[in-house]
Nanobody, 117 residues
Framework: QVQLVESGGGLVQAGGSLRLSCAAS????????MGWFRQAPGKEREFVAS????????RYADAVKGRFTISRDNAKNTVYLRMSSLKPEDTAVYYC??????????WGQGTQVTVSS
């Protein structure tokens, strides 16, 4: 079973940038598609971006397209999310997980991103 640990969140002003990391342990993810998700206060968790195991197939939610970049380093068993031109509405707890989501893969603790206006 894979364990996922997200990091890199913080407080940033609108227009700023952050890079989130998702470190996997327990098993390799280099043959697994991965995704980033987020959950804002009072809202359901939503899809942000996904990347195939080889990094060739990438998808983004419309809300982040052109501002966020997902990438991965299979040698490090890590997935990244580069976020630029951040907006207050990007404020949320960000999570990574396998994609599509599997019921057997537990969610990590997430990393808080807060964008001030």
């Amino acid at each position: 079973q894979v364990q996922l640990v997200e990091s890199g969140g913080g407080l940033v002003q609108a227009g700023g940038s952050l890079r989130l990391s998702c470190a996997a342990s327990g098993r390799t993810i280099n043959r697994t598609a991965m995704g980033w998700f987020r959950q804002a206060p009072g809202k359901e968790r939503e899809f942000v971006a996904s990347i195939s195991w080889g990094g060739f197939l990438i998808r983004y939610a419309d809300a982040v397209k052109g501002r966020f970049t997902i990438s991965r380093d299979n040698a490090k068993n890590t997935v990244y999310l580069r976020m630029s031109s951040l907006k207050p509405e990007d404020t949320a707890v960000y999570y990574c997980n396998v994609f599509p989501i599997e019921s057997t893969t537990p969610w990590g603790q997430g990393t808080q991103v807060t964008v001030s206006s």
